[in-house]
């Protein structure tokens, strides 16, 4: 209850409307001023009227100018007196801000411990993503130029692959965690016909987009000699990344994250293309996995690398040698036939025609 010194009496305020409070206030006034309990001093109380106009309290007595107010009209003053607080309070602050800036400034975000941090690449000049407009196995057309604004993963699979098939459950965690800012799109490479892979979609609870691999689909994003091979895409459309193989979905956090602009603890680093994304990049490589040019000089590596980029791999990959390099650096055929060229070029032996590589020209010295 609250008490306010007006001088005002019981009987003339008018929220006390009820006939039986207010012959309780027809006490005597000398009652009211004069009765005191155990000697204590005279102090001002308060007391609660319920809707039926009785008196709550415990040892009530009244003092002069004694101030009654009903609950609903308390309970409006007081949160007038709060809302009036929270105001000050907000101007005040306000008023700091403008006044100390530097105190108020906030505190830039904590750089993450180069020793320790996550590195995540991404191509340093990336192309644009190919075009791809095609049905998925739903009858529903998917769109290149619905992914505006968009991370996008176009992760090439089969339903016989076992790490296509492990990364599933994967693919669907990123998509329920990103939602409309990520969209996943699969591309099946399975010689079954697609009433098969639907079936084995909806067994998996596949609910991303998945359309049946063309050659030309696949030719046009540099070739898929591995699966899964998944291409990142950024919210311009273009292909930042490739990963070749399962690929940690910790991973995946990272580069999603910060391709939308979301705080992460990783630190992004780029790089060139030269054929990690795109095979046919491997052209403007100078240097190639597993192969050494010691001991060459700049005109002779040239032509040691042009022959790497004409000559095609006999392993059966269809790829140039260079290409071969990159995509596996395993592979003992394309590590042996890069060695010979560097021998030959340093002996200056004139090079064996051989069948040129598919979509590489014939040799030029």
Same mark, same amino acid.
């Given at each position: 209850?609250?008490?306010?010194?007006?001088?005002?009496?019981?009987?003339?305020?008018?929220?006390?409307?009820?006939?039986?409070?207010?012959?309780?206030?027809?006490?005597?006034?000398?009652?009211?001023?004069?009765?005191?309990?155990?000697?204590?001093?005279?102090?001002?109380?308060?007391?609660?009227?319920?809707?039926?106009?009785?008196?709550?309290?415990?040892?009530?007595?009244?003092?002069?100018?004694?101030?009654?107010?009903?609950?609903?009209?308390?309970?409006?003053?007081?949160?007038?007196?709060?809302?009036?607080?929270?105001?000050?309070?907000?101007?005040?602050?306000?008023?700091?801000?403008?006044?100390?800036?530097?105190?108020?400034?906030?505190?830039?975000?904590?750089?993450?411990?180069?020793?320790?941090?996550?590195?995540?690449?991404?191509?340093?000049?990336?192309?644009?993503?190919?075009?791809?407009?095609?049905?998925?196995?739903?009858?529903?057309?998917?769109?290149?130029?619905?992914?505006?604004?968009?991370?996008?993963?176009?992760?090439?699979?089969?339903?016989?692959?076992?790490?296509?098939?492990?990364?599933?459950?994967?693919?669907?965690?990123?998509?329920?965690?990103?939602?409309?800012?990520?969209?996943?799109?699969?591309?099946?490479?399975?010689?079954?016909?697609?009433?098969?892979?639907?079936?084995?979609?909806?067994?998996?609870? $596949? !609910?991303?987009? =998945? /359309?049946?691999?063309?050659?030309?689909?696949?030719?046009?994003?540099?070739?898929? %000699? *591995?699966?899964?091979?998944?291409?990142?895409?950024?919210?311009?459309?273009?292909?930042?990344?490739?990963?070749?193989?399962?690929?940690?979905?910790?991973?995946?956090?990272?580069?999603?994250?910060?391709?939308?602009?979301?705080?992460?603890?990783?630190?992004?680093?780029?790089?060139?293309?030269?054929?990690?994304?795109?095979?046919?990049?491997?052209?403007?490589?100078?240097?190639?996995?597993?192969?050494?040019?010691?001991?060459?000089?700049?005109?002779?590596?040239?032509?040691?690398?042009?022959?790497?980029?004409?000559?095609?791999?006999?392993?059966?990959?269809?790829?140039?040698?260079?290409?071969?390099?990159?995509?596996?650096?395993?592979?003992?055929?394309?590590?042996? $036939? !890069?060695?010979? =060229? /560097?021998?030959?070029?340093?002996?200056?032996?004139?090079?064996?025609?051989?069948? %040129? *590589?598919?979509?590489?020209?014939?040799?030029?010295?």
């Amino acid at each position: 209850m609250i008490h306010s010194r007006v001088r005002k009496t019981y009987a003339g305020h008018s929220l006390l409307s009820t006939s039986i409070v207010k012959s309780i206030l027809k006490l005597k006034r000398a009652a009211c001023w004069g009765w005191r309990q155990r000697g204590y001093r005279q102090r001002l109380r308060s007391a609660r009227i319920d809707t039926y106009g009785a008196v709550r309290g415990r040892d009530l007595y009244c003092v002069r100018y004694d101030f009654i107010m009903e609950p609903v009209a308390m309970f409006r003053r007081n949160l007038l007196i709060l809302g009036l607080s929270a105001v000050a309070g907000i101007s005040l602050f306000g008023a700091a801000r403008m006044v100390f800036p530097r105190v108020f400034a906030a505190a830039p975000a904590a750089r993450p411990d180069d020793a320790n941090a996550p590195v995540i690449r991404f191509v340093k000049n990336p192309e644009m993503a190919p075009p791809l407009q095609a049905i998925d196995l739903l009858g529903r057309p998917v769109n290149k130029e619905n992914w505006a604004g968009k991370v996008v993963i176009v992760n090439f699979w089969a339903t016989w692959c076992p790490p296509c098939r492990e990364e599933i459950p994967e693919l669907l965690e990123l998509k329920r965690e990103y939602k409309d800012r990520l969209e996943i799109v699969g591309i099946s490479e399975d010689d079954d016909p697609p009433v098969s892979v639907l079936k084995f979609a909806r067994q998996k609870g $596949m !609910t991303y987009p =998945i /359309v049946m691999a063309t050659a030309e689909l696949i030719e046009s994003f540099g070739g898929v %000699p *591995a699966l899964p091979t998944s291409f990142l895409i950024d919210t311009q459309g273009r292909v930042v990344q490739k990963h070749s193989g399962l690929y940690p979905i910790e991973g995946y956090n990272l580069e999603i994250r910060s391709l939308l602009g979301m705080p992460t603890d990783a630190r992004a680093e780029t790089f060139v293309d030269t054929g990690q994304v795109f095979l046919k990049n491997a052209a403007n490589a100078t240097e190639l996995p597993g192969v050494s040019f010691k001991g060459l000089t700049a005109d002779q590596k040239k032509r040691a690398l042009r022959r790497m980029n004409t000559e095609g791999c006999t392993c059966g990959c269809t790829l140039t040698l260079s290409q071969c390099r990159v995509n596996d650096t395993g592979c003992p055929v394309s590590g042996d $036939m !890069t060695a010979q =060229i /560097v021998k030959d070029v340093v002996k200056g032996t004139k090079p064996a025609r051989t069948p %040129p *590589a598919k979509g590489a020209s014939s040799i030029t010295e």
